[in-house]
């Protein structure tokens, strides 16, 4: 049976979370450019960078102002890569996705335990489900992930800020509801439909294990001396580690690590020296969102050792 209600609230919801996702991509272009420049933020306008002329508000509107001027300033005709309208929607698709699979979806790549266990809408238990609270937690690591990759492949160093601004932000939603950074642990696995109780002591005690753990592979990755700048993988390793535990941060780790050896590796092999490798932090990202999708049917890892 459809229920039209829960029909019709997905459909906004989603198409908000997308608007939403836009509107943040928007952003995003500014921070990127504007962070490792050391530029302040928020207060100044956007400009063209050829003309100076202040970019109109009604030609800022995400990806539609960019195409409703085909890619050109208003003014001075200067081409504006398409790289901006890109970054805003793919803030806006990944918004959207990250809410229809967590929320609506009940997180149905989520590891077992935080599966079928819902038997309601959807609809029912917003907001009160801890799994809204993952959405949102996860559309935060994912906004900054794709920060701080950005920032690498203009070949710039992204800021200490981000990092602490990150975990400042993780803090808070640990403490809003204590299981968003504990999923895949072992002490979170829901029985029936008992949300295990955890406390704010557990999420941190964790997410220190994970800052820890991403800390030490991203050492690594400065040792082996990677391409582009290794203080920026190394800033998102650490995140990954406090946002979603030791585990998490070890696969992406591995899966950042091998994609960089096989893009080296084929370029090695095919002797295209003008090919340009990809910065770990861009793949680290990809990673990410790889084990977000795919998480369900990776091993289970008992940290419950280092946890009691
Ligand atoms: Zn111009």
Known sequence: MIDYLTFLATVVFVFYAFICGACF???LNVVVWRLPRKMPILLARSHCPRCKNDILASDNIPI?????LKGRCRNCQERISIKYPLVEFAVAI???ILFLLIVVMHGVTLPQGWLGKHYGGW??????CPLFAFSLHQMVLGYILLAIALIDEDRMKSPWRILIFGCLLHVAFAYWKPVVGQIDSPLAQI???NIPSLTFFDAMKYSLLGGV???IFGGLSRLCKVPHQSGNALQQQILLGIFLGPIVATWASVIAASSLAAQIVSNRFLKNRSTQV???????????LLILLTWRW????DTSAFLT
């Open 278 to 288: 990809t910065g770990l932090p861009l793949q680290i990202f990809c990673a990410w």
């Open 298 to 301: 990776w091993p289970m890892i």
């Open 64 to 68: 539609w102002g960019w195409l409703r």
């Open 213 to 215: 753990t991403g800390a």
């Open 123 to 128: 609809l029912s238990e917003f907001p009160r």
């Open 94 to 96: 990944l918004f959207a």
């Open 191 to 193: 029985n029936g439909l």
């Open 25 to 27: 991509g928007s952003f």
